[in-house]
């Protein structure tokens, strides 16, 4: 079974520019959550998704944040504009249904804001 | 909303030394997931605990789900090195409008000296 996909590994670019990521997850999984872990720090939920609709997005940075999963299938994160703050893995995880079957997690996205 | 703590934050063992790491929510949980990752990999599952009271085993690993559905713990006997990582508990809400949101604790980083 693939896994879950993320792209790209890693990202450089500076404050104030844009920046996307892309999340494929596995086969048949309704759930797709996006995650941002900082350094030293526990994976801090930005947006969940069940098919195309959103579970929580209460934790994401609206103004400058967008999560869309369309078809429910593959996702994209964008920032707009970035924040040195902004600098941090961005984890994509999937699961079968809602949050009652285990979560796997794509390999992540360094970003790194200069 | 939800809350998750997870302490200790760090834990210094020596190998054959048992260790334990404590989760607790604000609120019940629907279920409870617990997951280790190591140092610059992604989160893995380990096992999810759903019954109150619930005790589960994975050969040197223990864990359990409290009665009130609101607190849990990861106990390892006789740490090895390759127990080394952090350790993180991941809460799923029982109910309300983010029914099934799926939140992480800050972890627990384990080092083991040999």
């Known amino acids: 079974e693939a896994g879950v996909a993320q792209s790209p590994r890693y990202k450089i670019i500076e404050k104030r520019q844009s920046v996307a990521f892309w999340c494929n997850p596995i086969?048949?999984?309704?759930?797709l959550y996006w995650y941002q872990q900082i350094l030293g720090q526990g994976p801090k939920l930005l947006i969940q998704?069940?098919?195309?609709?959103?579970?929580?997005d209460s934790q994401l940075p609206k103004d400058r944040f967008s999560a869309e999963r369309l078809k429910g299938v593959d996702s994209t994160l964008k920032i707009q504009p970035a924040k040195l703050e902004d600098s941090a893995v961005y984890l994509c995880?999937?699961?079968?249904?809602?949050?009652?079957?285990?979560?796997?997690f794509g390999q992540g996205t360094r970003l790194t804001v200069v | 909303g939800q809350q998750v703590m997870q302490i200790p934050q760090y834990q210094h063992v020596q190998e054959g030394e048992d260790f334990t790491t404590y989760c607790n929510s604000s609120?019940?949980?629907?279920?409870i997931q617990w997951y280790k990752q190591r140092p610059g990999g992604h989160p893995v599952f380990l096992i999810q605990?759903?019954?109150?009271?619930e005790v589960k085993k994975q050969k040197r690993l223990t864990f359990q789900f409290g009665e009130a559905k609101k607190n849990s713990s990861l106990h390892i006997t006789a740490t090895q090195t390759t127990d080394v990582g952090t350790y993180f508990c991941?809460?799923?809400?029982?109910?309300?409008?983010?029914?099934?949101?799926?939140?992480f604790g800050q972890g627990t980083i384990l080092t083991v000296h040999p």
């Open positions: 995880a999937s699961s079968f249904l809602v949050s009652d079957t285990e979560a796997f």
């Open positions: 086969s048949g999984h309704a759930t």
């Open positions: 998704f069940q098919n195309n609709g959103v579970v929580d």
């Open positions: 609120t019940t949980l629907s279920n």
């Open positions: 605990l759903v019954k109150s009271g």
């Open positions: 991941a809460a799923a809400n029982a109910g309300g409008t983010s029914y099934g949101k799926l939140t």
